[in-house]
């Protein structure tokens, strides 16, 4: 059974452009989260996805949004890019949104110059 | 504030020199208690899923164990490549998300 895929693997962009990142969940999975990693700290949660509805985001600017689509792979997009957003972006899928256990991609790293 | 707390942030063990990584966590409304190993710029790999004080789960050289405010990951006569970042992460009430903590950095000689 193949795992949770993103891409891409690394993504550099300058200040002020914008980032699109891609996530396919795992087959069966209905439930995707995006977690942002910057150096040094920990996962911090972003946006949960369900059935093609936005369920929760955690405390992140409206630039960063994204959507999930009819097969259920989901999109972040990051806009008006900030130094700040450099970053490793980790997508995660679950089979409901019963707290089912959140599987997790290998991740792109975005780079902000 | 749902919080939680991983000790030590860092842990250099000899290969088979057995020892625990402490997890605290939010009590009220757990739904879930789950720990996860991460290597250097790869996403996490999911491990145990705890969801009761007193349930225990067991992996090869791990077990990961739940009290009614802690879990432990113990490691059991450790080899090198079991060096990696153990995060904890819990799952409060109908959020979603999970709440990680920073994580203890394992590392394992020779």
């Known amino acids: 059974e193949a795992g949770v895929t993103q891409s891409p693997t690394h993504l550099i962009k300058t200040r002020g452009q914008q980032a699109t990142l891609r996530c396919s969940p795992i087959?069966?999975?209905?439930?995707v989260y995006w977690y942002q990693q910057a150096l040094g700290l920990g996962l911090q949660f972003l946006l949960w996805y369900d059935e093609g509805e936005e369920r929760n985001r955690g405390n992140f600017p409206p630039r960063f949004s994204g959507r999930q689509f009819p097969n259920y792979s989901s999109e972040l997009n990051v806009n008006a890019l900030e130094l700040e957003d450099s970053a490793l972006y980790l997508c995660a899928s679950s089979k409901d949104r019963a707290q089912e256990t959140q599987y997790f991609g290998p991740g792109t790293r975005l780079l902000v110059l | 504030e749902d919080q939680v707390t991983q000790s030590p942030e860092a842990l250099r063990l000899q290969e088979g020199e057995s020892s625990s990584l402490n997890c605290s966590y939010t009590?009220?409304?757990?739904?879930?208690l789950f720990w996860y190993r991460q290597d250097p710029g790869k996403g996490p790999e999911f491990l145990f899923t705890l969801y009761s004080a007193g349930e225990e789960k067991e992996k090869e050289r791990l077990k990961a164990t739940l009290t009614k405010k802690e879990s432990f990951l113990h490691i059991t006569a450790p080899k090198p490549e079991d060096s990696a970042t153990y995060l904890c992460a819990e799952a409060i009430g109908s959020q979603g998300n999970l709440i990680f903590g920073k994580g203890t950095k394992l590392s394992v000689k020779p």
């Open positions: 009590v009220s409304g757990l739904r879930g």
């Open positions: 087959s069966g999975h209905t439930s």
